[in-house]
C-alpha cells in the first residue's frame, strides 16, 4: 500500500464511483444467451421438486452441498478454477477458459473425497486440498495436491498421515507428512506456494510452528521462519516474501515481533494482555517500516491503522472504520505487485471499499448492473487485469458466482450456489439496534417470512423464533442470506438474531459487557429483544421459542430457566449444560491455555467462581426448567462431548421435563452427513409447529 495511496485516500475512499459504461449479460453452462442482465441474475434452475408458492422448500433445500461452491479466478484472469458438486455428490475441481471459445476440464476427482479449497499457484497451475467426508479422517484420507490447468503434472504435496516411511522398507513416499497446510501463494513467477506446520506444545495445545516455501514441481522446502518468536498467531512477509512480523499469543500476553530489515534480532514492539483493547492484528506491511494493523488505538470498534514499527506510534487518523462496526478487514491484495488495493468488510452488510479508482469504477458498474446485491470482486493481479469474478448475493439470494470482462463491459454468469432455492420464495432480512434494560445497544437481524414486507405497517404479530448464534464471541447475522433463518422463515415464523453482549464485530464496550456474564445478562439480551419486537408488533409474546447450537444451544435451556415467562420452548444442539465441564471433561478440544488464560475472564474461574460457574449451568437447575426441550448432539462431539448431553437428559427425565433428544452416532460439532441435517429441521419443525401452536 504506498504512502501516496494512504495519504491520498481520505475524503474519496468512501465516494461511489461515476457509472461506468453498460454492461450487457451472456449466460453460460449451456444456458440460453440471455439478453438482459436481470436474467443472467437470476437463478440457474427451478425449484426443488414439491416447492410451490404455498408450500416451502424441503429441508433438504437448505443444507445440501453448493452446486458451485467457489470459484478462483487465475492471477492474469484467463481462466478460472471452480469447485462444482457433481450429480453423485463429490466435490470436484475443474478449470474454464474464459472469453470466446470457452471450455471446461476436471483437473481433480476422487470417488472417495472431496475438494474443499483451491488456489492459483500462478497462471498455469493450481493447488488443491481433498478430504473424505464425515467427522473423523483416516490416515491418508486427506491431503493437498498440486496439477496444471490442463490436468497434467500432476503431484502430491501433504499427506494426512504421521510418516512418509513405508514399513519394512527404506523406501519414502513423496509429499509432506500430517502437520503441514497450505498458508498462501506468491504469484511471484515462480512455482512455489506458502506452507506452514502446526504443532503442540508441551500441554498438547496447537501452535504454528514453521513456514517455508514449497515448490509444486519438485518438492523443494525452503524454511522461512528459522529463529523467529515461538507461539506464532500471525505471520506477515515484506515485498521480498520475507519474514519480519510475528504476532504471538502466551501465557496471557499478546506480543508484536519485527525483525528490522538488516538485521538477525526480533524487536517486541508491542506486549499487551492478550484480553485487552489495544490487541493488535497485523495485516501487511509497508516498505518503509509502516505495518498496516487491524486495532482500536484508543477507538471502541477496531480499524485498519498505520502502525510505525521503530517509534511504536499509530499515525493519528485511521485508514479505514465503521461507525459501529469493527472493521473485520479482508485485503483485497494486488498478486503481483503486492499492494493493497481494497479492502471487504461488513457492517449491516456486506461492503467493499477500493483504494483504485478504477476498481472503485468497475464496483460501481457491477452494483448498477446487479441492484439490490451485495457485489464482492475478487481479482488476482487486480490493478492490470481485465478479468473479476464476482460473487454476487442478497438477502433471499443464497448466492451466485459471475465472471466480468471489464474489456468487453460484459458480465456472465457462471453458476448460482444453490440454484434450487427461489428467490421469491425466501423471506426478507432487516437490520435494527436494540436498546436493553441497561442501556446497551444490541444489534438484531430480524428475518421474515416470505411475502411479508420488513417495513409493513401495522406489521403482523407472527410466532417468533430466537436463533442464537454460537461461539459466543462471534459475530452473528447481517443482511445475507441465511439458511438456518430462511429455513424457519419459511415456516412461517419470524425469526430474531441478536448479537448479544460479548458477541464480536461491535466494539470493546460491546464484547466486554459480556464477561462473565453466561446465564446473566447476556440471556437478558435475548428477553429484551424478545419484548422489542412484541412491542414493535412483529411478535406473538405467548408465541415464542429459542433455537441454538453450541452456545446458543446453551442459551436455549439457560434461557428457559432465567425468563420462563417468555419462551414457550427451547431447541439445543451440541449446548454446553455443564460449564464445569469445559474446564475438566475427559475430552475435549479447549486448549490448555484457553483454560488458563481466557476463560477465567470471560466466563469464571471454576475455583473463584465456582458458585457462579454452578448457578449459571443449565444442568444444576434443570429441575427449573418447565418448558419443552428439544436435545440434540452427535456422538463425535470433541468441542462439547455427548457428557455434556448425558449428563442433561439424565437428570432432566429424573424432574420429569418433557424432553425430546436425537443424536447421531458419526456427527461431531456440526453435520457433515446432508441427510441428518435434514433430520434434525425436520424434527425441530414438527417440534416448533407442536409446541407455538395457537
Same mark, same amino acid.
Given at each position: 500500500m504506498p504512502r501516496s495511496v494512504i495519504h491520498g485516500r481520505s475524503?474519496?475512499?468512501?465516494?461511489?464511483?461515476?457509472?461506468?459504461?453498460?454492461?450487457?449479460?451472456? +449466460?453460460?453452462?449451456?444456458? =440460453?444467451?440471455?439478453?438482459?442482465?436481470?436474467? =443472467?441474475?437470476t437463478p440457474s434452475a427451478a425449484p426443488a421438486t414439491g416447492a410451490s408458492k404455498n408450500t416451502p422448500p424441503p429441508a433438504e433445500s437448505f443444507v445440501r452441498s453448493p452446486q458451485l461452491v467457489m470459484a478462483q479466478i487465475s492471477p492474469s484472469g484467463q481462466r478460472v478454477a471452480l469447485i462444482v458438486t457433481t450429480p453423485a455428490g463429490r466435490r470436484v475441481v475443474a478449470v474454464r477458459t474464459l472469453g470466446e471459445g470457452a471450455t471446461t476440464k476436471t483437473v481433480g476427482v476422487f470417488s472417495d473425497a472431496d475438494v474443499n479449497q483451491v488456489r492459483w499457484v500462478n497462471d498455469e497451475r493450481l493447488v488443491f486440498d481433498a478430504f473424505q467426508p464425515g467427522v473423523q479422517i483416516v490416515e491418508g484420507g486427506a491431503g493437498t495436491f498440486a496439477v496444471n490447468h490442463d490436468g497434467s503434472d500432476y503431484r502430491e504435496l501433504i499427506a494426512w498421515r504421521q510418516s512418509n516411511d513405508i514399513l519394512g522398507s527404506r523406501i519414502q513416499r513423496r509429499g509432506l507428512p500430517y502437520g503441514w497446510f497450505v498458508w498462501g501463494t506468491l504469484d511471484d513467477g515462480s512455482d512455489d506456494i506458502l506452507v506452514y506446520r502446526r504443532t503442540t506444545d508441551g500441554s498438547g495445545d496447537g501452535m504454528l510452528g514453521a513456514l517455508a516455501r514449497l515448490n509444486t514441481r519438485t518438492g523443494g522446502l525452503t524454511t522461512l521462519s528459522s529463529g523467529a518468536p515461538p507461539f506464532a498467531t500471525h505471520w506477515v512477509l515484506d515485498a521480498q516474501r520475507q519474514l519480519r512480523v510475528v504476532a504471538t499469543t502466551r501465557d496471557g500476553r499478546s506480543r508484536l515481533h519485527w525483525k528490522k530489515p538488516g538485521t538477525d534480532s526480533w524487536t517486541v514492539v508491542v506486549d499487551e494482555p492478550a484480553l485487552d483493547a489495544g490487541v493488535l492484528t497485523p495485516r501487511y506491511l509497508e516498505n518503509d517500516g509502516t505495518l498496516i494493523v487491524e486495532g482500536r488505538n484508543g477507538r471502541d470498534t477496531t480499524a485498519l491503522l498505520a502502525l510505525d514499527l521503530a517509534s511504536g506510534k499509530f499515525e493519528p487518523e485511521p485508514l479505514v472504520a465503521l461507525a459501529g462496526f469493527d472493521i473485520a478487514a479482508a485485503l483485497e491484495t494486488d498478486s503481483q505487485t503486492r499492494q493493497v488495493v481494497g479492502v471487504h468488510t461488513r457492517a449491516s452488510r456486506p461492503a467493499s471499499v477500493w483504494f483504485d479508482e478504477r476498481l472503485q469504477g468497475i464496483q460501481a458498474a457491477v452494483d448498477a448492473a446487479l441492484p439490490g446485491r451485495f457485489n464482492r470482486l475478487h481479482c488476482g493481479r487486480c490493478q492490470s487485469t481485465q478479468h473479476f469474478v464476482v460473487f454476487s448475493q442478497s438477502d433471499q439470494h443464497p448466492g451466485e458466482f459471475l465472471h466480468y470482462d471489464h474489456a468487453q463491459r460484459r458480465l456472465q454468469a457462471l453458476g448460482a450456489r444453490l440454484p434450487w432455492v427461489a428467490p421469491a420464495q425466501q423471506g426478507r432480512r432487516s437490520f435494527h439496534r436494540v436498546t436493553a434494560r441497561d442501556g446497551l445497544v444490541l444489534p438484531v437481524v430480524v428475518t421474515h417470512p416470505p411475502g411479508v414486507a420488513p417495513d409493513a405497517q401495522p406489521a403482523t404479530a407472527l410466532p417468533t423464533v430466537v436463533l442464537v448464534h454460537g461461539g459466543p464471541w462471534l459475530r452473528g447475522? /447481517?443482511?445475507?442470506?441465511?439458511?438456518?433463518?430462511?429455513f424457519l422463515a419459511t415456516r412461517g415464523y419470524r425469526v430474531l438474531e441478536v448479537d448479544f453482549r460479548g458477541s464480536d464485530g461491535y466494539g470493546w464496550r460491546h464484547f466486554q459487557a459480556g464477561w462473565k456474564q453466561w446465564?446473566? +445478562?447476556?440471556? /437478558? /439480551?435475548? %428477553? /429484551? %429483544?424478545?419484548?422489542?419486537? =412484541?412491542?414493535?408488533?412483529?411478535?406473538?409474546? =405467548?408465541?415464542?421459542?429459542?433455537?441454538?447450537?453450541?452456545?446458543?444451544g446453551y442459551a436455549a435451556l439457560m434461557s428457559l430457566i432465567r425468563h420462563p415467562e417468555t419462551y414457550r420452548c427451547g431447541v439445543s444442539f451440541a449446548g454446553v449444560t455443564d460449564i464445569g465441564l469445559?474446564?475438566?471433561?475427559?475430552?475435549?478440544?479447549?486448549?490448555?491455555q484457553g483454560k488458563r488464560f481466557s476463560m477465567p475472564t470471560l466466563v469464571g474461574d471454576p475455583k473463584a467462581d465456582a458458585d457462579l460457574l454452578k448457578t449459571s449451568s443449565p444442568l444444576a437447575r434443570v429441575a427449573e426448567i418447565r418448558r419443552p426441550v428439544l436435545l440434540a448432539w452427535g456422538l463425535l462431539d470433541v468441542r462439547v462431548p455427548p457428557e455434556h448431553a448425558e449428563?442433561?437428559?439424565?437428570? %432432566?427425565? %429424573?424432574?420429569?421435563?418433557?424432553?425430546?433428544?436425537?443424536?447421531?452416532?458419526?456427527?461431531?460439532?456440526?453435520f457433515s452427513s446432508v441427510a441428518n441435517h435434514a433430520d434434525y429441521l425436520r424434527r425441530m419443525e414438527t417440534f416448533l409447529a407442536r409446541e407455538l401452536a395457537p
Open positions: 475524503g474519496r475512499v468512501f465516494r461511489l464511483g461515476r457509472l461506468g459504461p453498460r454492461i450487457v449479460a451472456w +449466460a453460460l453452462w449451456g444456458l =440460453a444467451c440471455a439478453g438482459q442482465l436481470a436474467a =443472467a441474475a447475522g /447481517d443482511l445475507g442470506w441465511s439458511g438456518q433463518a430462511q446465564g446473566g +445478562a447476556m440471556q /437478558d /439480551d435475548l %428477553a /429484551d %429483544a424478545v419484548a422489542w419486537a =412484541a412491542k414493535e408488533g412483529l411478535t406473538q409474546p =405467548a408465541r415464542v421459542c429459542l433455537v441454538g447450537s453450541s452456545y446458543g469445559l474446564y475438566n471433561a475427559r475430552w475435549g478440544d479447549l486448549s490448555e449428563r442433561f437428559v439424565k437428570a %432432566a427425565r %429424573a424432574a420429569d421435563v418433557k424432553i425430546e433428544t436425537l443424536s447421531w452416532g458419526e456427527e461431531g460439532h456440526g
